[in-house]
């Protein structure tokens, strides 16, 4: 999950800067997620903002932030298609948020790059 740093409602709320760091944070992400796999692989995400209509109170107390759901979980060769509902359900997850979170931080540095053989 990206959050912003500051309370920030929605995209167009974003700096330049901070549309860059967003940007940034998108490409580490993903990168760790294909290192911790070994592999590249599509994932699905999804950006939770503001409200368009609402009240004051609702549209003021969202909260940019992104979620990521990778369909791997253990490995490549454990392959998860989840799609709705599933994408929020914590049953599928096999590890905690907490060891996921280590695994990520673990897995910086280079993009994993497949050798050809």
């Given at each position: ?94 590890i905690t948020p907490e060891q996921a ?15 050809l053989t």
């Amino acid at each position: 999950m990206i959050i912003a740093k500051r309370h920030v409602r929605a995209l167009v709320d974003l700096t330049e800067q901070e549309r860059f760091y967003f940007a940034d944070a998108i490409q580490e992400v993903t990168r760790r997620y294909d290192n911790l796999f070994e592999t590249s692989f599509p994932y699905s995400s999804g950006i939770h903002q503001a409200p368009l209509h609402g009240t004051d109170e609702e549209i003021e107390n969202s909260y940019l932030h992104m979620h990521f759901y990778p369909p791997l979980l253990r490995s490549a060769t454990v392959r998860k298609f989840l799609v709705g509902y599933e994408l929020m359900a914590e049953p599928q997850r096999d590890i905690t948020p907490e060891q996921a979170a280590a695994r990520l931080r673990d897995c910086g540095g280079e993009l994993y790059r497949k050798r050809l053989t």
